[in-house]
């Protein structure tokens, strides 16, 4: 793909959704961490399911607490690995509060050495949070990068690295939130949508269906 072509993309991406952004509901920053945390091989549409009960009394780490494992792990029960993502949301809660006065970091590094949060889980959180021009790399993201040509990689680490040098600069910011959403509601796995997409003619996939 050229850099007209991805250029325009972003231009077909943004126009349709001048503003996009998370699909997790979400009120406070310890919130938005949580539920990524939480959607890790969930639904958004599940996680929220789940946290919508939860939100209203869970807005700090301290309230997580306080709430306590059990009930929490009983509370997410739905979602997949719920055990584990309950020990590592108490686990990260407890480090919030001892190590960073409940408040949710702003680094790369501070945010990866929390329990259960992993490198697309920190950019998800420094975009939507905090407006740093992160891409996180998710399945959809992989997908749509790969399929369409913008950006190819073997890994998602590849992919995150090709797109920050192809996404032109003034779409950096939402960048991976239009990906995602292509993804998830047009660029499907099995079943590629291609005859509503508005980058069918840009996409290197997309062209074969024209």
């Known amino acids: 793909m050229t850099p007209a072509q991805r250029q325009q993309l ?4 943004a126009q349709a959704n001048p ?7 979400w009120h406070t920053p310890f919130q938005l961490l949580l539920a990524v945390l ?3 091989q969930s639904t958004d549409v599940g996680v929220n399911r789940v946290t919508a009960p939860l939100f209203p009394t869970l807005q700090t780490p301290q309230d997580l607490l306080t709430l306590g494992l059990a009930t929490f792990e009983e509370a997410i029960r739905t979602l997949g690995l719920y055990r584990t ?9 407890k480090i919030l509060v001892d ?7 702003e680094t790369q590094v501070e945010l990866e050495a929390l329990p259960g949060v992993g490198r697309k889980t920190a950019n998800v ?29 073997t890994t998602p680490l590849a992919v995150e690295q090709a797109l920050l040098r192809a996404v032109p600069a003034p779409f950096l910011q939402h960048a991976h939130h239009w990906l995602i959403l292509q993804g998830r509601h047009i660029c ?12 069918q003619d840009l996409c290197d996939t997309g062209k074969i269906h024209v």
């Open 85 to 93: 993502k309950s020990r590592h949301a108490i686990e990260m809660a």
């Open 38 to 40: 939480l959607s890790a």
């Open 19 to 25: 503003h996009p952004t998370t699909e997790l509901i």
């Open 125 to 153: 959180v420094l975009n939507t949070l905090y407006g740093h021009p992160t891409i996180a790399v998710d399945t959809h993201v992989f997908r749509v990068a790969n399929r369409t040509g913008l950006a190819r990689g």
């Open 10 to 13: 972003f231009e077909r991406l």
């Open 99 to 105: 190590q960073h006065e409940g408040q949710v970091p």
């Open 188 to 199: 499907l796995a099995r079943a590629p949508r291609c005859g509503i997409c508005p980058i």
